[in-house]
T-cell receptor, first 107, second 118 residues
Framework: EIVLTQSPATLSLSPGERATLSCRASQSVGTSLAWYQQKPGQAPRLLIYDASNRATGIPARFSGSGSGTDFTLTISGLEPEDFALYYCQQRTNWPLTFGGGTKVEIK | EVQLLESGGGLVQPGGSLRLSCAASGFTFNSHAMTWVRQGPGKGLEWVSS????????YYADSVQGRFIISRDNSKNTLYLQMNSLRADDTAVYYCAKGAGNEAFDIWGQGTMITVSS
């Protein structure tokens, strides 16, 4: 099973600041990695697929990078609606796995 | 509008069974693999099961293997999850999602809550 480790667990930032979230895989997943945003009481929403492609309707301030085992989600200039939980997920091998999540909270 | 709508959740006793349904609309259902993901109270996302386009290939998390059965009816644009021998640690919100090993989960349902308790 591919284990995805997200860091930090919590990121405390102010609106307008840049957020950098990390996801590390226990073995290579190529670029088959996605990022999701989840707000309380809501279903997750796809932000980034295949490591660096923004999903439909996702603002340009969200960007993804990386390949192999190390991936980054960057939010360049946090908006109030961006404070939420973020998960990475790999689809290279079964079982499909999610990271433990990073909470981006208002400082 | 592209949409997934789950139903079938509720309270069930340990050892009991329940079947979830997920009705799809707004996209070509039979062209996409489908998946169930769950989230326990206060916990992260956990992949549960996926099924390919025609239902010929199914995949399960170890935690549900042998107890849950995923299926689909492409004539009804509906995904199912038959859950048997339910345990307290199956308590979670269950989401259906479009996608699986070949694509990210780009569409999610609103989720349905399963509570396993006596």
């Amino acid at each position: 099973e591919i284990v995805l480790t997200q860091s930090p667990a919590t990121l405390s930032l102010s609106p307008g600041e840049r957020a950098t979230l990390s996801c590390r895989a226990s073995q290579s997943v190529g670029t088959s990695l996605a990022w999701y945003q989840q707000k309380p009481g809501q279903a997750p929403r796809l932000l980034i697929y295949d490591a660096s492609n923004r999903a439909t309707g996702i603002p340009a301030r969200f960007s993804g990078s990386g390949s192999g085992t190390d991936f980054t989600l960057t939010i360049s200039g946090l908006e109030p609606e961006d404070f939420a939980l973020y998960y990475c997920q790999q689809r290279t091998n079964w079982p499909l796995t999610f990271g433990g999540g990073t909470k981006v909270e208002i400082k | 509008e592209v949409q997934l709508l789950e139903s079938g959740g509720g309270l069930v006793q340990p050892g009991g069974s329940l079947r979830l349904s997920c009705a799809a609309s707004g996209f070509t259902f039979n062209s996409h693999a489908m998946t169930w993901v769950r989230q326990g109270p206060g916990k992260g996302l956990e992949w549960v099961s996926s099924i390919n386009l025609v239902g010929g290939a199914t995949y399960y998390a170890d935690s549900v293997q042998g107890r849950f059965i995923i299926s689909r009816d492409n004539s009804k644009n509906t995904l199912y999850l038959q859950m048997n021998s339910l345990r307290a640690d199956d308590t979670a919100v269950y989401y259906c999602a479009k996608g699986a090993g070949n694509e990210a989960f780009d569409i999610w349902g609103q989720g349905t809550m399963i509570t396993v308790s006596s």
